[in-house]
């Protein structure tokens, strides 16, 4: 029977001291990244977990939780934000909002803290498909669950929308306008949601018996300007799209105002939609038709999903999977082609 690991074995394995060990498990001190890698690794070869943070997430003593999203100026992230803030401060939680700006050494850093913090666990939207920063957490017993963007993380709770879906109904709706000429602008291609919609985007145009046009699918990035570069793109081919689908809102935005610069009409001469139903899609002319998701279900539930892993943390967890539906949200920006 191996004896119970403690802060001196994963000193002596770390080499360093023991203080450095307490100054980086209770975020008291700055730690260099070298250091910081040696301890990580050093708890997570000898499974070590503090007393003071094994008892406060025994108990969740801190009745705190972490929260990472990728870009917290995006409209759907803020909400998501915002949502899950709200119930954890009414259910006696603070949260500790992080914005990992889709940079992964930032996430990085942003884990360790939330450890060094001692969270009771962490709701985590992705920033890409690597996840190795999280496995240590799980593995010393810290609650995630993966909302949003799908990971290969294992020992979570996953929530996810049907992203599938909502491209092929984002794409059947303009080919039930008349559309046969249509584009799609996706996001950044590793993540999950874009890779989704895109293949419910093709979906819809193989049942159709539409040929897709290489052209006519052009990458993004999920970002205001990549819409617009986008719609450029595709204005200066010699056959342009009458319709277009951008998987998300920010850009369906950027796509409205390369229209607009190119003095061209949404949707006259070409119908625009949208992935998210951000707030900004009723104020923005013409409203903007898109695919809503069911922020306050998802931050409803991935609250709950976490809080009883939280509170039940001694007993055997069988992983969830929550896939949620998507529904189209039809307003000015798309139109019977032909008209
Ligand atoms: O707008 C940001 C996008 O990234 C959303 O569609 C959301 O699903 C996230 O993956």
């Known amino acids: 029977m191996t004896s119970t690991p403690t802060i001196n074995d994963v000193a002596k394995l ?35 977990r503090p007393n003071s943070l094994a008892r406060g997430l025994r108990r969740g003593e801190s009745k705190t939780i972490g929260l990472i999203v990728p870009d917290n100026s995006n409209p759907f992230f803020a909400e998501i934000l915002r949502s899950i803030e709200n ?17 992964i050494q930032k996430e990085i850093a942003y884990t360790d803290l939330l450890f060094a913090k001692q969270v009771d666990g962490i709701v985590f939207i992705a920033t890409n498909d690597s996840c190795e920063h999280l496995q240590q957490l799980t593995d010393a017993g810290i609650p995630i669950v993966v909302i949003d963007r799908d990971i290969p993380l294992i020992g ?29 602008i996706t996001g950044p291609s590793k993540l999950t949601p874009s890779a989704d919609r895109v293949n419910g985007y093709k979906k ?10 290489p052209q006519w699918l052009v990458a993004g990035d999920f970002q205001f300007q990549g819409g617009e570069n986008g719609i450029n793109q595709l204005l200066a081919l010699p056959e342009r799209p009458t319709a277009v689908f951008a998987c998300n809102d920010m850009m369906a935005l950027g796509i409205m105002r390369g229209m607009r610069k190119a003095r061209l009409s949404v949707p006259r001469e070409i119908s625009v939609i949208g992935f998210d139903d951000i707030p900004l899609t009723s104020v923005v002319s013409p409203a903007l038709t898109s695919i809503a998701q069911p922020v306050q279900e998802i931050s409803r539930l991935a609250f709950e999903l976490l809080i009883d892993r939280i509170q039940n943390k001694n007993s055997v967890h069988e992983e969830k999977r929550i896939v949620l539906q998507t529904h189209l949200i039809i307003r000015e920006s798309c139109k019977q082609y032909g008209e």
């Open 14 to 48: 770390a080499g360093v001291s023991t203080t450095t060990v307490s100054h980086f498990i209770n975020g008291t001190r700055y730690i260099s990244d070298d250091l910081r890698e040696r301890v990580e690794a050093a708890i997570t070869e000898l499974g070590y």
């Open 87 to 103: 119930i954890g401060y009414a259910n006696g939680y603070s949260v500790i909002l992080c914005n990992s700006d889709s940079d």
């Open 156 to 184: 979570t709770d996953v929530l996810l929308v049907d992203n599938f879906q909502g491209g092929y109904a984002a794409t059947r709706y303009l080919i039930e306008l008349g559309h046969r000429h249509i584009a799609c």
């Open 204 to 213: 819809a145009l193989a049942e159709a018996g539409i040929a897709e046009n």
